[in-house]
């Protein structure tokens, strides 16, 4: 079983710049990709970006890329996202995920995913 637990989430101003931890715990050796969804309310679940845990190759929703970076610490079993020029349309919960291996690379459906953290609050001010 892997455990994920998300932090860093809270109140910016559009343009700011906030990064989002996901701490991993238990079978990490299973994972094929972790990754980072998010959803507004009233809305669906929306993907934001992935990455492929072996080599820490990334890919990301078209409507990030260029401001958000996911990243990956090893040593210490935790995954990032960087997420620079923020708008108001970012704000949501904030969901770390990971995917088991038999999925086709790149993941980005949230079927795909096994594990879910608990999720943290992102507010974007305008």
């Known amino acids: 079983q892997v455990q994920l637990a998300e932090s860093g989430g809270g109140l910016v101003q559009a343009g700011g710049s906030l990064r989002l931890s996901c701490a991993i715990s238990g079978r990490t050796f299973s994972v094929l990709a972790m990754g980072w969804f998010r959803q507004a309310p009233g809305k669906e679940r929306e993907f934001v970006a992935t990455l492929r845990w072996s080599d820490g190759s990334p890919y990301y929703a078209d409507s990030v890329k260029g401001r958000f970076t996911i990243s990956g610490d090893y040593a210490k079993n935790t995954v990032y996202l960087r997420m620079n020029s923020l708008k108001p349309e970012d704000t949501a919960v904030y969901y770390c995920?990971?995917?088991?291996?038999?999925?086709?690379?790149?993941?980005?459906?949230?079927?795909?995913?096994?594990?879910w953290g608990q999720g943290t609050q992102v507010t974007v001010s305008s």
């Open positions: 995920a990971g995917a088991g291996y038999g999925n086709r690379w790149p993941p980005t459906e949230g079927i795909k995913y096994n594990y």
